[in-house]
């Protein structure tokens, strides 16, 4: 009887995990829900859709794009945490989330090193400061010799407490050794509205955001945060030109496609290799990238968890210095 037992136990485990196999080889089965966590027309958003396209033809099943902006990304984080993990929803998800905006709160709403799986990093895009067009600020030194006139300092603008936008421009304004106030907007599109609108003094942007308005000549942009000047906007010093003292910011802007934790490998594995044959083979995904200025980087499952690993290893350190954590 014993050994019937057995026998019959181990029969249900072979049959339960040929069952599992059979799922993972459907997948994808029906729509994919990507969580975009910044609104619509914002770069974040567009790198989202791209993706989206992309990969959609190459696993046959739609992918549909859902705008759950707010709190810097951490509403789209909880719908994310509250959705199975089943591979069937995922989010985009910026180095602000991974990096920085959970430790600008004393009690981190969530913790980026085990609440994702990680699908892979699409690429990078580097980050720029501007002013407005009539403020009559064509050089960073010039900014902060306003700042140091003004008042109180200056307000700058960024798409939400915790973002790289907010972070970049505390420790910039922190090197130059003047005050300044920070203004969260609901993502990138709004604060570029009233930067233009000179409702704010400065804003740091994502450079394919920026460039058309400064080409427009509605921004003017002072400085890169790269180690090297950019072809959008080549008559633009790097932060490192602008202010040496500086140099340590200049880190570009990373966006990933993570899951629920728990979720399947073999599922990572296959929108992985989804969006390697987008960044490889797909002509008009690597068009729309490119002209966003995201350079598209190879990528394995796990490569967004290292680089947060990575960048935490800077940008923690620098949240404690400036005391920018919060309630």
């Keep these: ?6 026998t019959l136990a181990g029969a249900a485990l072979v049959s339960l995990a040929g069952s599992a196999c059979a799922q993972h080889a459907a997948y994808p089965a029906r729509p994919i829900q990507l969580i975009a966590q910044q609104p619509p027309g914002s770069a974040s958003d567009a790198i989202t859709r791209a993706w989206a396209d992309c990969v959609a033809r190459g696993l046959g099943q739609p992918v549909v794009v859902q705008n759950k902006p707010g709190a810097n990304g951490i509403l789209a984080v909880n719908a994310l945490k509250s959705a199975p993990a089943d591979g069937y929803t995922l989010m985009t998800i910026g180095m602000s989330q991974m990096t920085i905006t959970p430790y600008v709160y004393r009690h981190p709403p969530y913790d980026p090193l085990h609440d994702f799986e990680s699908v892979a990093v699409l690429g990078t895009t580097p980050l720029v400061l501007a ?3 009539e403020q009559g600020i064509t050089r960073l030194s010039q900014l902060a010799d306003q700042a140091r006139s003004a008042p109180g300092g200056l307000n700058f ?12 421009t505390s420790a910039l304004f922190d090197r130059m050794g003047v005050a300044g106030t920070h203004v969260p907007f609901i993502g990138e599109g709004a ?10 003094h400065a804003m740091t942007l994502v450079i394919g955001t920026a460039a058309p308005q400064a080409k427009a000549g509605k921004i003017v942009p002072l400085a890169v945060f790269a180690p090297e000047r950019s072809a959008l906007l080549p008559g633009v010093p790097t932060i490192a030109e602008a202010l040496p003292a500086a140099q340590d910011l200049a880190r570009p802007s990373w966006i990933a496609v993570v899951a629920r934790s728990d979720t399947p490998a073999p599922l990572l594995g296959t929108l992985n290799a989804a969006t390697e044959k987008c960044r490889s083979g797909d002509a008009g995904y690597r ?26 290893a800077v940008w923690k350190p620098l949240i404690d210095k400036l005391g920018l954590a919060t309630e």
């Design 287 to 312: 068009s729309r990238m490119e002209g966003m200025n995201v350079a598209l980087t190879p990528s394995v499952p796990g490569d967004a968890r290292a680089w947060a690993i990575r960048d935490t």
């Design 191 to 200: 604060g570029l509205t009233a930067l233009m609108g000179r409702q704010i």
């Design 157 to 168: 603008a960024s798409p939400g407490k915790g973002s790289p936008a907010h972070l970049l």
């Design 131 to 133: 002013v407005p067009a």
């Design 1 to 6: 009887m014993t050994h019937l037992l057995r």
